[in-house]
């Protein structure tokens, strides 16, 4: 991960950021990672298995032939 001073951080920022990661070295000495997250609501954010649970409902009918394709099964 890149390690830079902060007065570098400012004139590099675009380029760090697209690293997705990387680290600031203050003028006392610290040190912060700063580390590029989607917001939460984007689109870029993703559910776990059964998020949309509920969302939707399938007719009971929904694995029988559909008559359209009658002819084809005959």
């Keep these: 991960m890149t390690t830079v ?5 400012k004139e590099r920022l675009e380029e760090l950021l697209a690293e997705g990661a990387f680290m600031v070295r203050l003028d006392d ?3 912060w990672r700063l580390e590029v997250k ?9 559910g ?3 998020r949309a ?3 939707f409902t ?3 009918d929904f694995d029988e032939p559909l ?5 084809y099964w005959e």
Excluded: I
Excluded at 67 to 71: L, P, Y
């Design 5 to 9: 001073p902060l007065k570098e951080a």
């Design 29 to 31: 000495g610290s040190v």
């Design 38 to 46: 989607p917001l939460a609501g984007t689109s870029e954010r993703r």
């Design 48 to 50: 776990g298995f059964g």
């Design 53 to 55: 649970r509920g969302w």
């Design 58 to 60: 399938m007719s009971k």
């Design 67 to 71: 008559e359209d394709f009658r002819e």
